[in-house]
DNA sequence: GCTCTGTCTA
């Protein structure tokens, strides 16, 4: 017996297996349980083994053990195909041997990369059926399925409802959390967990720090990095790079590069981590200067390099560069993806290169996303070209797109043009099909405390006090000569209520507690989820000439940074 | 004896 043992052990190709397996037919040693099981799971779970292989040694298997079972359902959960782990084990389930807390782990690890819920709801009731609930791991397990796969409910119940817990549970929901769109949970749930006496480890703090990154929470930020710093996480690249991400997205490019410097280690994503913080600010040249730095450094770019370089270009309005540095990619044996195409035609578009954008589109070897279109439509809308604008948007409806965003851009490209006929089609057209439309909103962080803003919000506990600020904002700006541009609103109402419809955007409320709430003179920061609309850029840049306010803005593409009447993004965005 | 949690992407 043990013979057999370290001949599998000493395995290392699939030739070997075969080898292997011939050796035990001839000496009729295949149905010995546990060196078979071994030989199955080398099969279906190690570097060099093949699942097709694994599946056709089990089907030789007279009564398979559950650990034989076990062995094909742990292969196909992390192999090219997930949903047969599924199959296999609802196929198990049916037969009289024996599903054990394993099984359900790799069935539930197969619905969480397939994001399957329903699917994960029947394992859960026939783990509860099966008397698991106790067992932590498989616990975190499926909490980890409900989270990911969008049901945070669910996967706050599971944890509730746990006896046990262990790091990862802690871990698997506070990730959850933040990934989810309810990152101010996830701090919560991080402070929290170190009240009750538990220690965040490295995985713990990636969770927590996504989160501040998502928030612009730059005050729990600072507070984890100093966690990190305590607790000596800071030997691990992983972390690091999260904290560079994350002091970049709370506005702080140049924290954020103190990190990268002081990191005696790097890796490809430390780097690109670096580049994408840059081109988010709008730091062209730096993010180029980077992107050259690695080669020197060893580091040989990668298709997200390429991206974020190529983003730092558009940002920069490096449209020259841009183009040259996407042309350079086949030459460093990299092919283009649609984002990189996508990069390139915002970068054309911007600069109003509409034809050579569109001809990129058309020529591209794959087949554009609605990103793409998207990027081209909102081009055509600022440079006012009706004719592709048209194209762009028959492809979108083409693709079932229903955002309201690709309407509104439309409609808008007609009324720049006074074509209110096609404006009036546009609109009836949304009505018709009832358009998505992603609810607006924004933060902003006072003495450490996150307040959340959406448009027309009459819920904050200060709003009045908030809604006089606007109307004496609006008041200045007029007197300055701001005229509200109302052709950013559709609806069917008069001019003084579309004044007002954009007067309490989600920003400029956000804007307007920054302004009441800190001192005179202290920089604002507002975190959008969408783009900053454009009246809310043309108000924010006379607030802040007006106000003499630094007001930095970061809405779902970079930061805006205004002083002084201007943008950062000099109008190019 | 074997599971669970994870940074960067127009």
């Given at each position: ?133 106790a067992d932590a791991l498989l616990m975190t397990t499926l909490l980890d399925?409900?989270a990911?796969?969008?049901?945070l409910?669910?996967a706050e119940k599971v944890f509730d409802e746990m006896d046990v817990r262990d790091i990862a549970s802690w871990n698997a929901l506070i990730a959850g959390l933040a990934q989810?769109?309810r990152p101010s949970e996830a701090i919560e749930l991080f402070n929290g967990m170190r009240v009750e006496g538990w220690k965040p480890n490295e995985i713990t703090v990636l969770g927590a720090l996504s989160a501040c ?7 729990e930020g600072e507070k984890v990095h100093g966690y990190i710093m305590g607790e000596k996480l800071d030997m691990n690249?992983q972390v690091?790079?999260a904290v ?330």
């Open positions: 017996m043990a013979y057999l043992e370290s001949l599998i052990q000493k395995c290392n190709s699939l030739s070997h297996i075969k080898q292997l397996q011939v050796h035990f037919i001839t000496t009729g040693q295949l149905l010995l349980s546990p060196s078979r099981t071994k030989l199955l799971e080398l099969c279906a779970v190690s570097p060099f083994g093949d699942l097709s292989y694994a599946t056709h040694l089990f089907r030789h298997i007279q009564n398979p053990s559950t650990n034989d079972w076990n062995a094909v359902v742990r292969g196909l959960a992390a192999g090219p195909e997930p949903t047969r782990a599924i199959l296999w084990y609802g196929t198990m389930s049916r037969q009289s041997c024996r599903v054990d807390a394993l099984t359900c782990s790799f069935a539930l690890k197969a619905c969480a990369r397939m994001l399957a819920r329903s699917e994960a709801m029947q394992i859960h009731s026939q783990v509860v059926r099966f008397g698991f609930y399925v409900y990911k796969s969008g049901d409910d669910s989810g769109s990154s998502q928030l612009g929470a730059l005050k690249v690091c790079n560079i991400d994350m002091y970049a997205k709370c506005g702080f490019a140049n924290k954020a590069y103190t990190v990268f410097k002081n990191m005696c280690r790097r890796s490809i994503v430390t780097w690109n981590t670096m580049i994408m913080a840059f081109a988010l600010h709008g730091d062209g040249y730096k993010a180029l200067e980077l992107f050259e730095q690695m080669g020197g450094a060893g580091v040989h770019p990668d298709a997200v390099s390429y991206l974020g370089a190529l983003c730092a270009c558009n940002h920069a309005g490096l449209v020259d560069d841009g183009v040259r540095l996407f042309d350079s990619m086949a030459g460093s044996g990299l092919t283009p993806n649609v984002k990189h195409y996508g990069s390139v035609v915002d970068l054309l578009g911007r600069a109003g290169r509409l034809k050579e954008a569109y001809d990129i589109v058309s020529s591209m070897p794959m087949t554009p996303d609605e990103v793409l279109w998207q990027t081209l439509l909102g081009a055509s809308k600022t440079y006012g070209n009706v004719e592709m604008a048209e194209i762009a948007s028959r492809k979108l409806v083409e693709m079932g797109s229903n955002s309201c965003g690709d309407f509104v851009l439309l409609s808008n490209v007609y009324a720049a043009h006074e074509r209110w006929k096609d404006v009036d089609r546009v609109r009836t057209a949304m009505k018709d099909r009832d358009v998505k439309k992603i609810p607006g909103f924004s933060y902003i962080e006072v003495d450490g405390v996150i307040h959340k803003f959406v448009n027309g919000d009459q819920s904050h506990f200060n709003w009045r006090e908030i809604y006089a600020k606007l109307d004496e904002i609006k008041f200045r700006t007029k007197a300055y000569g701001y005229v509200a541009e109302t052709n950013f609103v559709l609806h069917d109402i008069g001019q003084e209520e579309k004044e007002n419809a954009l007067c309490y955007h989600s920003e400029k409320l956000a804007v307007a507690f920054g302004l009441i709430s800190t001192a005179e003179g202290t920089p604002i920061q507002v975190i959008k989820n969408l783009r900053i609309c454009g009246d809310c850029h043309v108000v924010i840049k006379i607030i802040s000439k007006i106000y003499n306010r630094e007001i930095v803005v970061r809405d779902r593409a970079r930061f805006h940074r205004f002083t002084e009447g201007l943008c950062s993004c000099k109008d190019y965005w």
